[in-house]
């Protein structure tokens, strides 16, 4: 599948959608658009209440919910969240349970076919008997108060989507909200944020096509050396990796392992395996990102302890960075026991999933935390050797564990799909067929007299730590009650899937880090590799996993001497014991953010919650002096060039002389370079790496990119130089960073003007904030233009801390962004700053759909109200839920 293909998929397209529903909403007008917009003044009878709940919104529509008790409040937020979000919370479910079908027809099957073989419902259901007994009370009387608002509500009263899928999909009826719903969200989110999956399968696929010497150039070890870990003076490197060895050959010199390495690699290079690969990706790309995925995506988190903060307590900063829409992924919200107890212990705000209840990242009274990914490897592919319905396990054979899926479709017959598994997992390659991707030669030479690989029928299954039963749950409860360090450690052990870098800060002044999540022990199929670097022989039980990381073992810190702590995907630690990853992100924004916190401290200087918004905002390019430098060095006559054509690219590459490596969004010296800039490294990955690779591998020019790039400049003999759709010619290193600078003098001239001083990186670098359903190709450009938002000109880009990432094999284009910011004060709470990409409403029409977006892109931040004083100064509007039946 190409990558466009591949982007659009992640849109949800409706293919079909009548252009009558553009004439539906053109006559019946207003009346029809705002009647499922929320009450929010007055009373409104909720059934279930023990006693009242206050609603008190403030100008923006975000919510603070006071309560006498636990369960009143869960309530009040389901009943509020449908009120805001509920065509959002529906979309969820029915992706997260494989019935996207039957909301939008037969454009949701392919997704539901993969989600089912993945079984996430089936895995919240059993999830949800083994949580603590009071997470489960709250997920019901979440789920009552969502089905308090539904009640008595059709389709189109509850949100403007349902009228426009009214064209398309008849008499549709909105189900009652259950727990298992809120579970499989959680899904969800292990899924987009799991680690390593699509690295496994690029090698795998990138072993018939090149050398084992150019896959450990494009997937270049750690550099321990020069970039710091999470925090340095806390784990010392106990063993500091080297060169991955990514060489089949080689291991199979070394290997020793009861399944020959021979065979494996092999039966990686097998035309049934490679097809299997294959399948496995277009399967893999089926899903949505409903949080954002790929190696870019990531997140940028810090904490400062009392002798760098202004106000001698902790400061804390948090972005994620995921993929952009609209609505955003984060719901605001503030939780409030009216009068704390034991027996009501919420008093927390901050940033929650709609149709989840509780507050996901956030402070409460006494702590503040914050997300990043950790990104470690829990997930496994397994090459199967199949006959029939059975599966080989060492010499003998055992059967497929199979069962039934009926998925329904809107306005087509049902489709009955059989999913078959292994001990390891749902077997992906069964799910959607794909062409024949078997490369040009295989990793290990032919052994004369040995039968290859190559006859047997291979499929792949998987392994995840996110389809067995976890208590993630629990953790959300925990965390939004946790008073103390110690408390917060026992919340984090619960939060299994997706395991996170969690930091920490407390109103007493202490900062720490959690590294927590199910991450699994097992051995990998060559020595000289880690495990999980290549797919695993399901055949042989030696590579089944051996259980999990003890959480004991998992890196954390308390008030660490360097004072602040750091995570933005980096490596925590240098140790292999245990072994997390191999591949985490280089490091470039973890390195950025380092340096403006020293330089703001440097000599008795301090931080305040504005310097750590703006560092927030910082758009240097980290990786850029390296390829300028380069770049600057290289000759621009190529054979045959005229003075006017060389001084035509020069004039371009001038830019670049005294540019400041920033990447401003807009018309100034900086912009202009920063536009330049990028258009050569898009053309430079294209021309290094994108004739070798497999449709779908393309270079997208992440941190990895960046890493292997700085590798390649100092190695000029590297076969990746020479491109291979230039028979007869060799390229050299020099040659292909020309013609890089010479592509894309001519292609930012074809697209933004002739003169490069007139050039802008927010020309080029535009935002588009897409509806997840009714925003995609094949919905009539007058829906789209209702509930779509864009045209943003942005700074930043890709490993930069203002990540608004691109990908360069689809376009500059922003992929994923910062989908919130905030800043918690822990000296005073309510001068905490926060901001969320779109607005609270995901009702298009509403005045808080897209609300904070325009301070959103400019880097401002809004005050956020904590003490119900300060929360009621700010009340804008305020709602009483009363009980009744």
Known sequence: MSPLRVARRAALVIGGILVVAALVLSVVGVSLVRRSFPQTEGEITVPGLAAKVDVLRDERGIPQIYGDSLTDIAKAQGFVHAQDRFFEMDLRRHVTSGRLSELVGEAGLETDKVVRTMGWRRVAEEELPTLDPQTRTTLQAYADGVNAYLRGRSPSQASLEYVVLGTKVDNYQIEKWTPADSIAWLKAMAWDLRGDYSNELAR???????????????????????????????????????????????????????????????????????????????????????????????????????????????????????????????????????????QCPLDVAGFSFSGVPGVVIGHNDKIAWGFTNLDPDVSDFYLEKIDGNRVQRGATFEPLQTRREVIKVAGQPDETITVRSTRHGPIMSDV?????????????????????????????????????????????????????????????????????????????????????????????????????????????????????????????????????????????????????TTEWDYGYRSQRIRERIESATENGGTLTAAKMASIQMDSRNQFAPTLVKALLAVPLAGP???????????????????????????????????????????????????????????????????????????????????????????????????????????????????????????????LDLTHQV????????????????????????????????????????????????????????????????????????????????????????????????????????????????
């Open 204 to 342: 795998a696929r990138l072993s018939t096509r090149v050398t084992g010497a150019q896959i450990a150039d494009l997937f270049p070890p750690y550099d321990v050396a020069n970039t710091p870990i999470l925090a340095p003076d806390q784990w010392a490197p106990r063993s500091t990796p080297g060169q991955v060895s990514s060489s089949i050959p080689a291991a199979l010199r070394s290997s020793a392992t009861r399944a020959s390495a021979r065979e494996v690699a092999d039966a990686i290079g097998s035309a049934s395996a490679q097809d299997a690969y294959a399948a496995v990706g277009r399967a893999l790309a089926a899903v949505p990102a409903l949080m954002g995925r790929g190696e870019g995506i990531g997140s940028n988190s810090w904490v400062v302890g009392p002798q760098k903060s202004a106000t001698g307590k902790p400061l804390l900063a948090n972005d994620p960075h995921l993929a952009p829409g609209i609505p955003g992924i984060w719901y605001q919200v503030g939780l409030h026991c009216r009068e704390k107890s034991e």
């Open 432 to 580: 959607l067929p794909a062409l024949d991707d078997a490369g040009e030669r295989s990793p290990v030479p032919p052994v004369e007299g040995q039968a290859t690989a190559g006859q047997q029928d291979f499929a792949v299954s998987m392994a995840w730590t996110g389809l067995q039963p976890a208590k993630t749950a629990d953790a959300i409860f925990a965390l939004n009650v946790a008073q103390d360090f110690t408390e917060f450690r026992q919340a984090a052990k619960l939060f299994a899937v997706p395991a996170q870098n969690l930091i920490y800060a407390d109103v007493d002044g202490h900062i720490g880090y959690q590294a927590p999540g199910q991450v699994p022990v097992r051995v990998s199929a060559f020595k000289g590799a880690p495990p999980g670097y290549w797919p695993a022989p399901g055949w042989d039980e030696t590579y089944d996993w051996q259980g999990f990381v003890p959480f004991d073992s998992m890196p954390y810190a308390l008030d660490p001497d360097e004072g602040f702590i750091v995570t933005a995907n980096q490596a925590v630690t240098a140790s292999q014991t245990p072994f997390l």
């Open 640 to 766: 045959g060039d005229s003075e006017d054509q060389v001084a035509f690219t020069r004039e371009a590459q001038d830019l670049l002389r005294d540019w400041d490596y920033t990447t401003p969004a807009d018309g100034s010296r900086a912009g202009a370079a920063a536009a330049y800039y990028n258009a050569v490294w898009a053309n430079l990955l294209r021309l290094l790496f994108d004739d070798e690779v497999p449709e779908g591998l393309e270079a997208d020019g992440n941190s990895r990119h960046m890493a292997a790039v700085t590798r390649l400049l100092q190695n000029p003999k590297s076969p990746w130089w020479d491109n291979r759709q230039t028979p007869g010619i060799t390229e050299s290193r020099d040659e292909i960073l020309r013609q890089a600078q010479v592509e894309a003098r001519l292609e930012l001239t074809r697209k933004i003007g002739k003169d490069p001083d007139d050039w802008r990186w927010g020309k080029l670098h535009t």
């Open 774 to 885: 009714m925003g995609g190709d094949g919905v009539p450009g007058i829906v789209r233009s209702i509930f779509n938002r864009g045209g943003y000109e942005m700074p930043g880009g890709s490993s930069i801390v203002n990540a608004n990432g691109w990908r360069a094999n689809l376009g500059y284009e922003t992929s994923w962004a910062p989908s919130m910011r905030m800043v918690v004060d822990l000296d005073s709470f309510d001068r905490s700053t926060w901001i969320n990409q779109t607005g609270a409403s995901g009702h298009a029409f509403n005045g808080h759909y897209d609300d904070q977006t325009e301070d959103w892109v400019e880097g401002r931040q809004h005050p956020w109200a904590f003490t119900e004083k300060a929360v009621r100064e700010a009340t804008d509007e305020e709602l009483t839920l009363v009980p009744g039946s």
